[in-house]
């Protein structure tokens, strides 16, 4: 496995400042996140997308997946057929970055679950937009990880498992996050659910009577059953950590993710 960190947590961190802090931690990868207004914008050319991929290489810095959306990136929670369109459209860029940087994954945070209508419409829709894409996803050669969050949607790897094989594409799958669940679940009854349709994977903890995010190791997480749990599925692609911290925790968290990745 190789370990990563995510610009999700990095606070808006420049480019350049996370490949550094990657060399001093020790990681191997990271996740970028492309946006409106940033030093990696999701309206860049593919000759400036070019630019960051080499970048990454000449920093021997792998680019593991990458988050993409624009400022108003929509919710395909929504029963509103605009705030769906405006997801896909940015889900379809994220697509066609991820492309041209030559990524292979793209993390996607489907939104959040409303009141309005019901499971079974929201269901059909998300299931709709991903099919629709699925062919982009294949013809970029970038996996869809559908991510399991906090958002009254997909809460048990049964549900996870049901809408990919529903959507029927080798290029739409999970994105684990090992601690998401945790409120209400086990990890590794994830992942051996899961199992081949787990494109990439977040690290994070959980405390349960705290019912709070934790750091890596300081939670009720079963690491050693997790990396149980993903030896016999056979993955050992990348694991990003999703935690936040200064610089100098996130290269304790360098530390700590090798640790797990040992057990």
Known sequence: ????????????????????????????????????????????????????????????????????????????????????????VSLARGLEVAGALGVGGILLHPGQLTVEGTYQQVWDNLVGVLKDLAPSAEAHQVAIGLENVWNKFLLSPKEMRDIIDEVGSDWVGTYLDTANMMAYGYPEHWIRELAHRIKRVHFKDFSRSAHQFVNLLDGDTDWQAVMEAFRAIGYDGYVIHEVGGDREAQIDLAKRMREIVAM
Do not use: P
């Open 1 to 88: 496995m190789k370990i990563g960190v995510t610009q999700i947590i990095l606070g808006g961190m420049s480019l350049n400042d996370t490949l550094a802090l990657c060399q001093d931690a020790g990681y191997d990868a990271v996740e970028l996140t492309f946006g409106e207004g940033q030093d990696t914008d999701i309206n860049m050319s593919d000759t400036e997308l070019h630019g960051i991929a080499a970048k990454c290489e000449d920093a021997g810095i792998e680019i593991s997946s990458i988050t993409a959306g624009y400022a108003d990136r929509g919710n395909l929670l929504s029963l509103d057929a605009t705030q769906r369109e405006k997801g896909a």
